[in-house]
Every structure is written in C-alpha cells, then in structure tokens.
T-cell receptor, first 109, second 116 residues
C-alpha cells in the first residue's frame, strides 16, 4: 500500500532550527512536496524535490533521498509565524499526491 | 476573482439532504481536485479532473459526485449526506497533471461541512 509517515507534533524555540522528517512508500514516485498549513487555513506550497539532495529556499530547505524513501524539511531562524502544520506529500505513478497527516509545529518564545 | 474560491465557507446540513459545494478558479489550470481533511488524517482525494470534460475517482469517492463542464468550475455533490461526511473540504487546482510536469497544487480556502 501507499503510506506517508511524519511526526504528529514537534516543539521548538524561536530563533532555533528544526527538522521535520517524512518517510514515504508509494506505487511509483514522481516527487516529494512540502506544504504549510496554518490553523483554519488552506495548505500553501513550500517546496518540491524530485532528485536526491538539498533544495534551499530562504529559511526553508528540503532534502530528498529516493533510495531511502526519506525527506526532511529544515526550518532555520524560527519565527512565531512558523507555528503551523507541515504536510508531506509524495506523488505516485499516477501523478496523484499521497498526503501525510501533517506535523504540527509549536514555536515557543 | 484571484486564485480559487469555494462556497459556502461553512454549512450545517441534515442527514439525507443533497448538497453541492462550489469551486471556481481563474488561473486557467487544467487539473482540479477535491480533498477532504479530517483530524489526524492526511488530505484524502475524493475526485479529480485532469481536464474539462473528464473526471476520475480518488481514494474516497463513495457518496460524492463531480462534474467538469468547463475549465473554471468543479462542483462536488453529496447526493444524500451522512454524518461521516462531516469534514473540511478543499478544492485545489494545478497547471498540469501530465507526465513529466511539475504539479504544484493551489488550494481554495475550504468549506467546513457538518452533517447532523
């Protein structure tokens, strides 16, 4: 079957760095997405990886290892506004997204 | 309109009633999707449409139907609502779902539906 695993909740301190891990098992693989979702709002796109390695975009970076079925999202210089849920999604062979349940990130001052 | 709009924002519905959730996008995206989001679960795909005139079933299609008469609109209908359909419903669109294409999805603001 298809499955995405990510931690349910994480806590970090303002100004620090946090890494949110995601493992995936899909029928075929056409890329890994990360989305941010603030409470009561719609998900918004953060990053896309299809090749192994690290993609950096400002304070956010995303890493992919296709051989390990593993990705992580790295958030640096955490700000209070980064408190949100972070959704990992893998694209399968039918080009449909399989979503994880999301990681709720709590930022403390 | 800018992006994707959904209506209504929220709705309380009696079980057994028929309900249509509306979704409209102005980005001329060819692919559109309907998801439901429940606490503790990931977004689950209900139905999708790769282009106007075509639709397909997702992971949880039972009890729902869709139509795609034109590029912009993708309504979701619950023929006879049941309490298990209580959820937050998100409509999304993307520029393409074709092989080899980058498939970032843009989401509407969601409809919070309660079936009693």
């Amino acid at each position: 079957g298809q499955n995405i695993d990510q931690p349910t909740e994480m806590t970090a301190t303002e100004g620090a760095i946090v890494q949110i891990n995601c493992t995936y098992q899909t029928s075929g693989f056409n890329g890994l997405f990360w989305y941010q979702q603030h409470a009561g709002e719609a998900p918004t796109f953060l990053s896309y990886n299809v090749l192994d390695g690290l993609e950096e975009k400002g304070r956010f970076s995303s890493f992919l290892s296709r051989s390990k079925g593993y990705s992580y999202l790295l958030l640096k210089e955490l700000q209070m506004k980064d408190s949100a849920s972070y959704l990992c999604a893998a694209m399968d062979s039918n080009y449909q997204l399989i979503w994880g349940a999301g990681t709720k990130l709590i930022i403390k001052p | 309109i800018a992006g994707i709009t959904q209506a209504p924002t929220s709705q309380i519905l009696a079980a057994g009633r028929r309900m249509t959730l509306r979704c409209t996008q102005d980005m001329r995206h060819n692919a559109m999707y309907w998801y439901r989001q429940d606490l503790g679960l990931g977004l689950r795909l209900i139905h999708y449409s790769n282009t106007a005139g075509t639709t397909g079933k997702g992971e949880v299609p039972d009890g729902y139907s869709v139509s795609r008469a034109n590029t912009d609109d993708f309504p979701l209908t619950l023929a006879s609502a049941v309490p298990s359909q209580t959820s937050v419903y998100f409509c999304a669109s993307s520029d393409s779902s074709l092989a080899g294409d980058y498939n970032e999805q843009f989401f509407g603001p969601g409809t919070r539906l309660t079936v009693l």
